[in-house]
């Protein structure tokens, strides 16, 4: 079986994180910054930053 991400992905793995660079600003979104209380339960968060370099 092959990679790809057009498959069936599991609910904290499905959003992949996007980089975006515009001259020394680099902003990455859909960081991931979930709360895990199990394997199963757990809270989704995303959060995007800005880096400056």
Known sequence: MQPSHHRDWVKDQKIMPQIDIDGKKVCIKNIRNFHYRGINDYDTA????????
């Open 46 to 53: 995303y959060e995007q930053d800005t880096i400056l370099y």
